[in-house]
């Protein structure tokens, strides 16, 4: 078996926000590991995410980066998640959010133990955030939803898994990944807006001891526009 990624799913966009969101992800029978990410604006406190849970079943908390004035994303895992058939993905949050988003991906042969997860929030152009423990073959995972919306364009500088733009005429949410070569990882976007908030978290995703990086079958999907 070797590591690598085996599927992804991204939820209907929340455009005007809501306590909860959850759509369906399906893990294949050998996937022993399943990450769930969001992004949420609301222009005041309470952004949080509160819990996540897979089929019902618990998930765990990797990082929550809030970005003080309106973005926040956050990260959980399911280890050895349910497989084999398509399952409900939710998030709670804290309270009425503003516009949400969210997406899962799910590996095959990924070690119990994961990175720590690193964020950053700020509002300057080109977000970026240093995954310090990567290693050679990590799968790295970075999430951002930012104010942005159509004040500029927000472009993944890795791979990106997906992508939504101009959410209500308001925000931007991307997710993406990068196959690490070694430490400190730089997670990025391409965006030229100094005005707005933005908010990453990340983590690199380790393979099982032994395991192989195998070439994910999925393509990238973006959307613009999104009212």
């Known amino acids: 078996m070797a590591f690598g990624i085996d599927a992804t799913s991204d939820a209907t ?7 909860s969101i ?3 992800h399906t893990c294949a029978a050998n996937a022993n590991k399943l990450v769930l990410v969001c992004g949420n604006g609301l222009s005041v406190a309470n ?7 897979y089929n019902g079943d618990a998930c765990t908390e990797i990082k929550q980066q809030d970005g003080s004035s309106w973005a926040h994303v956050a990260v959980f895992k399911r280890d050895s998640p349910d497989t084999g058939s398509s399952f409900t993905a ?7 959010q503003s516009q949400i988003a969210a997406s899962g991906i799910s590996f095959i042969d990924a070690a119990t133990t994961d990175g720590a997860g690193f964020g950053a929030a700020a ?3 080109n977000p970026s955030v240093t995954v310090t423990d990567s290693a050679n073959t990590d799968i790295v995972l970075g999430v951002l939803f930012s104010d942005t919306g ?5 472009n993944a ?3 990106e898994i997906f992508e939504h733009e101009d959410i209500n005429s308001d925000s931007d949410y991307s997710f993406q990944r990068y196959t690490a070569t070694g430490a400190n990882q730089v997670v990025s976007w391409t965006c030229s807006d100094t005005a707005n908030p933005w908010a990453i978290a990340a983590v690199a995703i380790k393979g099982a001891a032994g395991g192989a990086v195998v070439a994910p079958l999925f393509y990238p999907r973006k959307v613009f526009f999104e009212v």
Do not use: E, I, K, Y
């Open 157 to 159: 500088d890795g791979t």
């Open 13 to 19: 966009v929340l455009p005007t926000g809501g306590t």
């Open 22 to 24: 959850s759509w369906s």
């Open 123 to 125: 509002s300057t152009a």
């Open 90 to 96: 939710t998030f709670n949050f804290a309270a009425d």
């Open 150 to 154: 159509p004040d500029a364009t927000t």
């Open 47 to 53: 952004r949080s995410v509160t819990s996540a849970t």
